[in-house]
């Protein structure tokens, strides 16, 4: 059983602070790998993908990959409030379907 | 404006009816999926399709019917086997032919309430 597991909070972090959020995967294979945010009974969606190992930055965030820990993880900095939200990992490999991770709920105190 | 519409946005079932919730894309995706959620949980797969004509059982998928007849949709019908309706609806699609760089993205969700 492929597994992907995120600590699912809430994690509390003060406005302007970085906001660190993580998943382990099961599967050492995994190629793909893709944080999404889900806002209170809407939908998730895409903030960031990353494929090889090291950090990618896009904006506030930053996804950082370790295959060989099999470890993801999100960073968010200047947190603002607007980010408080459920975060979601998935981690795919080739052929494979999707495999989501139960979220981390996050709360971004004013 | 490319993207996946989902309707209705809640929708509401009688003791054994069966209600079909509508999946339409337009980003030219090859493959799609259900998945349900309950509150405060993670997402399950339902069913899903890669290519037209052609589904696959997800982990939960008793209870649920679907079709794909055409590669722009992917309507689900809960049928009155599902006793546990309940939930969050959510279609996706994929750009299944990326290869390592398939990305999922999702539709606005359904809201299923049972009367």
């Known amino acids: 059983q492929k597994e992907v597991e995120q600590n699912s909070g809430p994690l509390s972090v003060p406005e302007g602070a970085i906001a660190s959020l993580n998943c382990t995967y099961s599967d050492r294979g995994s190629q793909s790998f893709f944080w999404y945010r889900q806002y209170s009974g809407k939908s998730p969606e895409l903030i960031m993908s990353i494929y090889s190992n090291g950090d990618k930055e896009d904006g506030r965030f930053t996804a950082q990959l370790n295959k060989a820990s099999q470890y993801v993880s999100l960073l968010i900095r200047d947190s603002q409030p607007s980010d408080s939200a459920t975060y979601l990992c998935?981690?795919?490999?080739?052929?494979?379907?999707?495999?989501f991770g139960p979220g981390t709920r996050l709360s971004v105190l004013p | 404006d490319g993207g996946i519409t989902q309707s209705p946005k809640y929708l509401f079932r009688k003791e054994g009816q069966n209600v079909t919730l509508s999946c339409e894309q337009n980003l030219n995706h090859d493959a799609m999926y259900w998945y349900r959620q309950d509150p405060g949980q993670g997402l399950r797969l339902i069913y899903y399709s890669q290519i037209v004509n052609d589904f696959q059982k997800g982990d939960i998928a008793e209870g649920y019917s679907v079709s794909r007849e055409k590669k722009e949709s992917f309507p689900l019908t809960v049928t009155s086997a599902q006793k546990n309706p309940t939930a969050f609806y959510l279609c996706a699609s994929s750009n299944y032919l990326a290869g390592i760089q398939e990305t999922q993205y999702f539709g606005p969700g359904t809201r299923l309430l049972v009367l």
């Open positions: 998935a981690v795919k490999n080739y052929g494979q379907n999707f495999v």
